[in-house]
């Protein structure tokens, strides 16, 4: 092994927390590696909602998934950090200080320390057990949506309660000839603001209600509904049906590698430290007390744990490193 193939800190995961945990490493002259199972960078954020807006991120009122990736990316790529994209890590092992990391496909990487920043691990969205759902989807019916074009004029239809339910009817209302929300109780998962503003909206809420059945033959054509409590049931033709119902999680490998694991999270110290030394985890793959899985909860994370790192590495580094901002502070040496 040559000693140029070993990384200072290798980041599992190119999502947010990932590309962000990629600068402050960079920044910190870390020599930095990015593996990430998806074909691009930028998690779920990328592959799953870019039209999506995000309002819980410091220092945007509200900002486009895809936008806040571009910026993400830029921010992180002016360190030059190695990215290995379409490889799954599948083992970890360690020796004398380093760790051994082995994708599906065969490829070795070599690493002082390591950050874990999987967000859910592998994601499949939760499906509803219903006839005709599966040879549907994608013609009429869909769980994630990359491009809002699709809805422009049509007849929508929601199934959901939480954040990206609600965040999907307000945005889509704006293209969409119209949209009906259908949740099966009158309480939501979702940030306070953005229930005021749906109930406000011209959206159709229905609660109480669920979907039960969908008709079509090459594509989607309708769906009946009913009202949980009196059993009524109501059909209507429709064009879309978008079904936010969450995830279905599954961390893989990662719980093969000896990780205290709870749940399905790793659990970390203050530190960001797992049970294994020199490895770290931060973002929504994480848990301890008081754990909120936000984006910003997630940066604030890595960057703790990549400072650590960087300690461990060279233990003549401080782990608080100043503020980027001081004068001959990290950006000053750029």
Request: hydrophobic content about 40%.
């Amino acid at each position: 092994m040559e000693a140029q193939d070993v990384y200072d800190i290798t980041i599992i995961g190119g999502g947010p927390v990932g590309l962000y945990g990629a600068y402050y490493s960079g920044m910190r002259s870390a020599r930095t590696k990015i593996i990430d199972s998806l074909p691009q960078l930028g998690g779920q954020l990328a592959a799953l909602y870019p039209e999506k807006y995000i309002y819980d991120v410091g220092g945007f009122p509200r900002v486009l998934a895809k936008d806040l990736v571009g910026n993400l990316e830029e921010q992180a790529l002016q360190y030059d950090p190695a990215v290995c994209l379409n490889e799954k890590v599948v083992g970890l092992t360690s020796d004398n200080g380093v760790r051994t990391l082995v994708t599906d496909k065969g490829t070795r990487h070599f690493t002082r320390t390591l950050v874990i920043a999987a967000g859910i691990g592998a994601f499949v969205p939760r499906k509803l057990d219903l006839q005709d759902i599966d040879r549907l989807e994608g013609k009429g019916i869909w769980y994630f949506v990359r491009d809002v074009e699709v809805f422009r004029h049509k007849e929508i239809l929601i199934v959901g309660g939480g954040d990206s339910a609600l965040d999907w009817a307000l945005l889509l209302e704006k293209v969409a000839r119209k949209v009906t929300l259908v949740h099966r109780r009158d309480k939501f998962r979702a940030h306070e603001d953005s229930v005021a503003r749906l109930l406000a909206s011209s959206v159709e809420v229905k609660l109480f209600h669920e979907l039960k059945a969908v008709h079509g033959d090459d594509r989607l054509e309708g769906v009946t509904i009913f009202e949980n409590r009196t059993k009524t049931e109501s059909t209507f033709k429709l064009d879309a049906l978008l079904l936010n119902l969450g995830f279905l999680a599954n961390l893989g490998p990662i719980k093969e590698w000896g990780l205290q694991i709870e749940g399905n999270a790793i659990w970390v110290n203050s530190t960001m430290q797992t049970n294994l030394h020199g490895v770290y985890a931060a973002g929504d793959i994480v848990d301890y007390p008081g754990k909120l899985k936000l984006i910003s909860t997630g940066m604030g994370e890595i960057a703790i744990a990549v400072n650590y790192a960087k300690h461990e590495i060279d233990p003549d580094a401080r782990v608080f490193p100043g503020h980027s901002s001081d004068i001959g502070g990290p950006l000053a040496k750029r």
